[in-house]
């Protein structure tokens, strides 16, 4: 089954297609790879289909749900998160206090969401997200103090919070040390590896195409290629996108 859709997508900025007609899916239990150089649209086709922006055109669907210009705190609550290229913690706030603050909840204050007795046991599953991505030695320290490779480890702890169904990371691996880059591999693969289902941008071409099953590119807005790994090694549309040949 389908678990992400996305059927002649557009989206423009003034005369300017971000993405142009773009039809992509990923089944559930995929790992699935988004690439294309600088400026290709590949934020933006995250972004529409996230609900950060309405698409101009065409439809998204989340497996049976056309989402097409929801809500993001809508889609979220479906099962469908996203992560950023830079990544979005509460600074001030503790790891562990930064990753409770992703549970799933309404008409909750602050103080509801950290303290209420009744969250022990999400106390507890926060914990082990936190142990689960290496920072349970950063526990009570203050995310802002993070480097940006633990913060994007602190952005995946939070995203498994919400256990959703479609995870979607921007640049996972960007600006992050090798070290930290063979311990995000080496998470999403596990994850992966236990069902979850995963769209992934990454400019990091060794990265992206030793994890991601299939592999769609785009350039200028427009898809160019799909395919495996080495189909995309090896496709004249994508060197000529990448390296101008």
């Known amino acids: 089954m389908k678990a992400l859709s996305v059927v002649d997508l557009s989206k423009h900025f003034g005369g300017v297609y971000a993405v142009d007609g773009v039809t992509l899916h990923v089944d559930e239990g995929e790992l699935v790879g988004l690439m294309g150089p600088n400026g290709s649209g590949k934020t933006t086709l995250f972004n529409c289909v996230a609900g950060f922006y309405k698409p101009d055109g065409g439809q998204v669907y989340l497996k049976e749900n056309d989402i097409t210009g929801w809500k993001m705190e809508t889609i979220c609550e479906l099962g469908l998160y996203r992560t950023f290229q830079l990544p979005r913690v509460f600074p001030e706030l503790t790891v562990l206090q930064n990753v409770l603050l992703s549970q799933p909840h309404r008409n909750e204050s602050l103080l509801d969401v950290m303290f209420k007795s009744s969250q022990r046991e999400l106390v507890e599953r926060a914990r082990g997200f936190i142990e689960f991505v290496g920072l349970t030695h950063l526990i009570e320290e203050p995310a802002g103090s993070l480097s940006g490779g633990q913060q994007k480890l602190l952005e995946l702890a939070s995203a498994l919070m919400k256990n959703p169904e479609v ?23 596990e994850l992966n590896a236990s ?45 000529e996108a990448y390296f101008g040949r």
Do not use: C
Not at 169 to 188: Q, R, S
Not at 210 to 236: F, K, P, T, W
């Open 195 to 239: 069902g979850k289902t995963f769209l992934v941008i990454e400019h990091n071409m060794d990265v992206i195409m030793d994890i991601a099953q299939r592999l769609y590119v785009l350039d200028y807005g427009e898809l160019i290629a799909d395919g495996s790994s080495e189909e995309i090694r090896n496709n004249d549309k994508v060197l």
């Open 167 to 189: 995870i979607l990371l921007d640049e996972p691996t960007g600006g992050v040390n090798p070290t930290v880059i063979n311990e995000i591999k080496k998470l999403i693969l």
